[in-house]
């Protein structure tokens, strides 16, 4: 079962993506949070397994919209990786992010990156780490190939499914 100080934690993450809906589950409990549409804030909706305890469902939350200066919003867009035309080749492989979390492209800010264009990679070969809740997950390639181009920064936030790597398979 979740803490109450977990699912706050996923709450807070929401709210500092573009994300508007995240699935979570852990030990047979599962956690699904939606921002509302009117009020932006984002709304629990916790589900348990059937063959444990029935569904419940919270409340939706009530709140304002959080007010963004224009120039914070600018400034947010500038950190981003400008988006690489070879993304819509289909003969490239993406390796994308498995959730939402921060890209780190190390595995400490003194070492060399796992991963730069050029390099060839294995099926088994970590090319970042996305870390969500302090947790520190090493994202594997997946495909055997060379890293034709990086699509995002190190320590910009990535949502669930983002495109990372552009990969030419062999």
């Known amino acids: 079962m979740l803490k109450v100080q977990e699912i706050r934690e996923l709450i807070k993450l929401l709210d500092s993506t573009s994300v508007s809906e995240l699935s979570y589950e852990e030990n047979g409990c599962k956690i699904k949070l939606r921002k509302g549409v ?100 090493e994202i594997e390639a997946e495909v055997k190939g060379e890293i034709v181009e990086v699509l995002v920064k190190n320590g910009q936030l990535v949502e669930y499914g983002q495109p990372l790597f552009l990969v030419k398979a062999e």
């Open 38 to 137: 009117v009020t932006g804030v984002a709304v629990p909706e916790v589900v348990q397994a059937p063959t444990v305890v029935p569904q419940v469902q919270a409340a939706p939350v009530k709140a304002e919209a959080p007010k963004v200066e224009a120039p914070k919003a600018e400034a947010s867009k500038a950190e981003e990786a400008p988006v690489s035309a070879a993304i819509n080749d289909e003969t490239l492989h993406k390796i994308v992010s498995p959730m939402v979390g921060t890209f780190y492209a190390a595995p400490s800010p003194d070492e060399d990156d796992y991963v730069q264009v050029g390099d060839k990679v294995n099926t088994d070969s970590v090319v970042c780490i996305v870390e969500a809740m302090k947790l520190f997950n």
